[in-house]
């Protein structure tokens, strides 16, 4: 009389335990969150981004306070930065003349974006991002002004070239005295400088502009949400360095290269000849090489990254050596197949540029092969977004691992314990002049 009511219950709950265990037990899809470890791992553990982190920068107090110091009633002069290069690298002379200004007490007028050839380049400061967000967001830190008064319109501003200084360079001493006598002067930052002896409310000015001021115009950020839209997701935004002016400034030299690879590192070496011989070697184990898309594979693998995952491939055009790659990571994608084909020929090289980091600054991951001036901007951004899941592949440690020896199962062991070091502690995801060390 007992046993027949006990059946069906004795069923139900083996049939919610064992469908408990097949939920328990099922990957999830989110390859960022429990991800799913390829076959034949070296590790046979999870992804390098479940490691537990000891170390998080996030924007120092002086920087999210540095409005509160008020301007000066009166300003010593305009002053104007002329940027040159590719996108990023006028970035990142656009944060640091902002920061000078203020040091200065100078009036910022709209910077000045020079025209490349060698960067197919030709759009300005306004064509890229947004002129009245910069203006409003830098207030209280430093005036911005779209017009110059009357009685200097007209003028050329006075060049103060300090591009090519280094070392301790001190602005006030050397180009204070040019803005009081001319009112009006333009310069580009010098290639090193030590930040660290601004005053804070001079360094707080450079990192608003530098991660807080700068918005795309809306017709460009338009354009990188599509193509942010049309990436699958969750995926991982990967800037992978292998063109051929790249390797030939590089001055590396690489074996197993296809015929064609090597004609057009050849093409575009000029008077930039490899390094042979024992300093070939020394300059590698400098980490001064860029990593080959095969190389890249195997450092993913060490990483536990899933083959099947979602790869957004944040590129300039010409990238080499590709094949092998796409064999093995088989998800990858590029702006030249997601965007309009007409579109896309019309864009010029800050404008590819643009979308790239914006893309990777909201991506689930972002992996830098390489630690150039878009990796530090994108690496900040992602930092002040709280965006974590950002690491730079170690060439150094390739290249020492590589001549000891070390192959297959062991060096990516070996690679693992590398990076997993480097993300416990978030080396290189931040620039310090403008974020802290918290401990978790």
């Known amino acids: 009389m007992i046993a027949s009511p006990m059946k069906p219950l004795f069923v139900f709950v083996l049939t919610f335990s064992l469908l408990l265990v097949v939920i328990i037990l099922s990957p999830s899809p989110h390859f960022l969150q429990i991800p799913p470890v390829p076959s034949g791992s070296p590790l046979g553990g999870s992804v390098i981004w479940s490691v537990k982190r000891t170390m998080e920068w996030r924007p120092c107090k002086w920087w999210l306070e540095g409005h509160l110091t008020p301007l000066p009633a ?16 006028m970035r990142r002379d656009l944060c640091d003349g902002v920061g000078i200004g203020r040091l200065l007490n100078a ?16 759009s300005g400061f306004a064509d890229v991002f947004d002129v009245d967000y910069f203006i409003q967001k830098m207030s209280g830190f430093i005036q911005v002004v779209k017009e110059l008064p009357k009685d200097i319109a007209s003028k050329e501003p006075f060049r103060v070239d300090c591009s090519k200084r280094k070392g301790q360079f001190d602005y006030i001493e050397s180009v204070l005295p040019s803005l009081l006598e001319h009112h009006y002067i333009s310069f580009t930052p010098a290639m090193s400088q030590r930040r660290d002896r601004y005053p804070q409310y001079a360094k707080a000015t450079l990192c608003q502009a530098c991660y807080a001021a700068l918005r795309l115009t809306s017709s460009l950020e338009q354009k990188a ?45 000029v008077d930039r000849k490899p390094w042979t011989g024992e300093l070939a070697q020394i300059w590698r184990k400098r980490g001064k090489c860029p990593l080959t898309p095969n190389e890249t594979v195997l450092m993913l693998q060490s990483l536990n990254i899933p083959t099947n995952t979602n790869i957004y491939l944040a590129a300039g055009d ?14 990858v994608y590029s702006k030249s197949a997601l965007l309009n084909q007409e579109d896309f020929t019309r864009m010029h090289g800050n404008t590819k540029a ?14 830098a092969t390489y630690f150039g001036n878009m990796d530090k901007i994108v690496a900040a951004m992602r ?21 000891e020896g070390l192959e297959g199962s062991e060096l990516k ?26 401990e978790l």
């Not at 930092?383 to 001549?403: G, P, V």
Request: glycine share 4%; hydrophobic share 40%; aromatic share 14%.
């Open 413 to 438: 062991n070996a690679l693992w314990e590398v990076h997993k070091n480097d993300f416990t502690i978030g080396r290189g995801f931040a620039l310090p002049d403008c974020f802290c060390e918290f």
């Open 318 to 331: 010409g990238l080499m050596e590709m094949e092998g790659f796409t064999s093995v990571y088989t998800n």
């Open 225 to 269: 949400i599509e193509l942010f839209d049309a990436i699958p997701k969750p995926f991982l935004s990967l800037h992978l360095r292998f063109e051929p002016d790249m390797v030939a400034y590089s001055q590396c030299e690489y074996t197993s290269l296809s015929p064609s690879s090597v004609a057009a590192i050849e093409a575009a070496r």
């Open 383 to 403: 930092t002040y977004k709280q965006m974590h899941n950002t690491l730079f592949l170690s060439r150094k440690a390739f290249a020492e691992l590589t001549s």
């Open 74 to 89: 009166k300003t010593n002069g305009y002053i104007r930065v002329d940027c040159y290069g590719g996108l990023n690298q």
């Open 107 to 122: 009036t910022l007028v709209l910077p000045k974006f020079e025209v490349a050839a060698y960067w197919n380049e030709s």
């Open 354 to 367: 643009a979308l790239d980091y914006h893309v990777s600054i909201n991506s689930d991951a972002y992996v």
